[in-house]
């Protein structure tokens, strides 16, 4: 399995995959209508544009993905999906780890996930993120704000 830089013939299935990872997420705060579950092709289309898309592939099937895009000196990571069949490799640790790397020039790493959402929490914990803001979205859904500063040792 090899990480590669989405190309735009990828983002129907990469939105596909999104939508079936993220139907977890919807069931967690009930509530199915955020944001990566009513994207549009349009939508992502828009955002291959402007982010960096990266897909992890097996047997010829998008099985992962991760994007962003630079703020200022600020790396901004979303949407990481690692299907549920191909969980708990690694896969979801790698992608991250390829992102930031994309990124060399950024100092300073960005992402968002839900207060209950437990399993990115502790991944996110792995890598270095720390918690620097909560947001209150409604009354099921608190997003928390994590950072990571780049390591300027490498």
């Known amino acids: 399995m090899k990480i590669s830089t989405a190309e735009k013939k990828d983002l129907k299935a990469i939105l ?7 139907v977890e997420e919807a069931e967690l705060y009930d509530d199915f209508s955020i944001p990566p579950l009513t994207q549009t092709l ?5 955002d291959y544009e402007k982010e960096k898309i990266l897909k992890v592939e097996f047997d010829g099937k998008i099985i992962g993905s991760v994007r962003a895009f630079l703020e200022s000196n600020t790396c ?16 979801g640790k790698q992608l ?6 994309e990124f060399d020039n950024a100092n300073r790493f960005e992402l ?3 207060h ?8 996110y914990n792995r890598l270095g993120y ?3 803001r909560k947001q209150r979205i ?6 928390i704000f994590l950072e990571k500063s780049k390591n300027l040792d490498k």
């Not at 409604?138 to 997003?143: F, I, P, R």
């Open 130 to 132: 720390t918690e620097f």
């Open 96 to 101: 991250m780890n390829q992102i930031e790397n």
């Open 116 to 123: 209950k959402s437990v399993r990115n929490l502790s991944l």
């Open 16 to 22: 596909e995959l999104q939508k079936s990872c993220y």
């Open 42 to 46: 349009e939508s992502i289309e828009l």
């Open 138 to 143: 409604n009354e099921k859904l608190e997003l």
């Open 112 to 114: 968002f996930t839900g």
């Open 76 to 91: 901004k990571i979303g949407r990481l999906i690692v299907d549920k069949d191909f969980r708990n490799k690694g896969l």
